[in-house]
């Protein structure tokens, strides 16, 4: 067996010392008698799974105790219109902040359920940029302002929370749990998971209840975060195996000491990535210094011929999954919670070693 360094930036690199319990608890879970996957959603076995798994997330992301977290399928992609479907009943104006693909994505999807106001946007620069903070409205008469605290695709990630007087809704998908956050600062945070939480086909939202029970008419059962909040997210079968999975996940964060242990790591490997491209004649970021992404970084060379050699001797040194979004080009590696530092020092080592005989 060789496991590869994967800068996946979706479905990702998931924590080793994770999948190995996964693995050893493959045939059966505890005293069980079955797999995880073979359990009834509402047995006392599972039951005790899906409730450790919110109480560990709650106590990482210290989420207060009027939200709710809610463990639901489709993607991130889908909240896309539940958010307006369950927001827009009355008031139908919603302010989005437009910072790349993803945001670009969310809005017109939006726009199919309401009046969206793009209050800033930054596509002039490439979306290399974020909207300073002065240059938000910071009142509104709109019924939530969101935005994208990280692009993935592009790699650039706001600095700092927009202060609102308006419910403010983040996708959160390729940076939660990559440092603390202060929850009450939102009204509805989401995620797939398949980035930073756990394998694909489960999507976190964490609500303020005040939010919840608001849907249009009109609003699949499906889609109304109040039959997930009112059901514990068992309305139906919920994605079982997602959820025990991120609830080891959450385990392993805690053990290296929280959002703040995760921080201080996360810091250090993109400081490292950042400094090695910086340093180079080979490569750059196209990204302004103040907010690039700690944990999606993308790299162009200077000579875009030499892309095929570098991804082939990359792939080589056992480096997968560097090849940069079409929109971009170049490379982008994404180096999530669950990327070892010592990917991080392999990549930068390969870098060098590519640029001494290519640069
Ligand atoms: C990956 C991603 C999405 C799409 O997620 P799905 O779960 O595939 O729908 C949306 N927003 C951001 C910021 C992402 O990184």
Redesign the pocket.
Known sequence: MSRVYNFS??PAVLPEAVLKQAQAEMLEWHDSGMSVMEMSHRDKYFMSIAEQAEADLREIMAIPSNYKVLFLQ???????AMLPLNLLATNKKADYIQT?Q??E??IAEAKRYGTVNVIASTKDSKYTTVPAQASLPTSTDAAYLHY?P????VGVEFPYIPQTNVPLIA?????ILSRPVDVSRFGVIY?????NIGP?GL?LVIIREDLIGKAMDSTPVMLDYKTHATDGSMYNTPPTYGWYFAGLVFKWIKNLGGLKGMEAINRRKAEKLYAAIDGSSLYTNPVEKSCRSWMNVPFILANAELDKAFLAGAEKAGLTTLKGHRSVGGMRASIYNAMPEAGIDALIAYMKEFEKKNG
């Open positions: 930036a979706g489709g993607g991130a992609s889908m909240q896309f790349g993803w945001s994505k969310a994208t990280n692009e993935t695709i996708d959160m998908s390729s940076t995620a797939g998971a398949q980035k694909a999507t």
